[in-house]
């Protein structure tokens, strides 16, 4: 599928649940959050009709989201079917690790082989505060124990935040030198109510690799995989087992380059995770659609692709999505 812009729209990020067991402060704060009901999202089976027709329009990569996937009942029986779907490439899965322990042997079973991990700190303290509640240690025994099941590459995404995390920098990235993990610092994005300030908290990552690049010999690994790679930029720790990859949707847009839609749970297809523009495929589903109908729907949501976001004003203050993150699926 090309855009209007000649981008190829290949890969598809599915939110299933916009519920979740952690309250992590940028992303879903305890107070003012509706939980959508069960006959507000989609149902397992609308979402493989989705993804089926999608492929047959040149989808190959699917990413499983939420909220928390893992907390809605059944979750592994819908990677199963996933996995079962002629012509998809790719199927991975973002957690916050929780259950990731409890999950990860029925996971590899069902066919998942790449997972991403939320993870915001390594102080047992501090990873409290900012999730509400987690617990550290969970989510630690879940990264070790789907590394002995057999994921690869598992990878750690760690959202920015000036004045609380930055100061991690040097362990995280001490962790991927030890483990063959691939660690990711993501910019913090303006998104819907959070319990953070506008704008204060964000840092560029530029800043980032400079700390790092101090104290660790850090390698850029150019080129990708597979042409429906991310848009981290990533690198090599020179003598160390993992990678380090930065994600700087604020600072450096990748818009040039972005080839995904997002599914949010309650069934809308938004073509940029940072503009409001959505195609409502819930209703259509709702109403036995044709596979033709379908199909415009999903045409109409890849020509909504903006060329790029506008997250930052001509002021530079920052601009805010009003859906959060965990309607959308990140």
């Known amino acids: 599928m090309l855009d209007k812009y000649s981008r190829e729209i290949n890969y598809l990020r599915v939110s299933i649940t916009d519920r979740c ?11 003012g959050i509706s939980l959508q009901g069960h006959e507000d999202i989609l149902r397992y089976e609308e979402i493989l009709r989705v993804v089926s027709l999608a492929v047959r329009m040149g989808l190959i990569k699917v990413r499983v989201t939420g909220g928390e996937p893992l907390v809605r009942r059944r979750c592994v029986e819908f990677l199963a079917a996933l996995k079962k779907i002629d012509g998809l490439k790719d ?11 409890e999950f990860a042997g029925q996971m590899f079973d069902a066919g998942v ?8 700190s390594l102080d047992k303290d501090k990873y409290f505060r900012i999730t509400n509640g987690g617990n550290l240690d969970a989510v630690l025994r879940g990264i070790i124990h789907a590394q002995e099941v057999g994921f690869s590459p598992i990878k750690i995404n760690t959202v920015l935040i000036k004045g609380f995390n930055d100061n991690e920098a040097l362990e995280f990235a001490r962790l991927a030198a030890e483990m063959p993990f691939q660690v990711r610092f993501i910019e913090l994005m ?5 319990n953070l300030r506008d704008g204060e908290e964000y840092m560029p990552a530029t800043e980032l690799i400079e700390k790092i690049s101090q104290t660790f010999a850090l390698e850029p690994l150019k080129g ?8 981290a930029r990533i690198y090599k720790i020179k003598n160390g087992q993992g990678e380090i990859g930065f994600i700087n949707p604020v600072s450096d847009h990748f818009c040039s380059t972005c080839n995904r839609l997002r599914l949010t749970s309650d069934g809308k297809l938004r073509a940029c995770l940072l503009n409001e523009a959505e195609v409502d495929l819930k209703a259509a589903l709702r109403e036995n659609c044709s596979d033709a109908e379908l199909e415009k729907l999903i045409w109409d949501a890849v020509l909504l ?10 002021d530079n203050t920052m601009k805010k999505c009003t859906r959060i993150m965990s309607e959308i699926g990140g």
Do not use: A, Q, W
């Not at 199927?91 to 322990?101: A, D, F, K, M, V």
């Not at 692709?305 to 001509?314: I, N």
């Open 224 to 231: 990708k995989k597979n042409k429906s790679d991310g848009p």
């Open 305 to 314: 692709k903006p060329r790029k976001h506008d997250v930052v004003c001509t």
């Open 113 to 120: 082989r790449r997972i991403n991990v939320s993870l915001d």
């Open 190 to 194: 303006p998104m819907g109510k959070t």
């Open 21 to 31: 067991n952690l309250h992590c402060v940028y992303c879903r704060p305890k107070e």
């Open 91 to 101: 199927i991975s899965l973002t957690t916050n690790g929780i259950l990731l322990e």
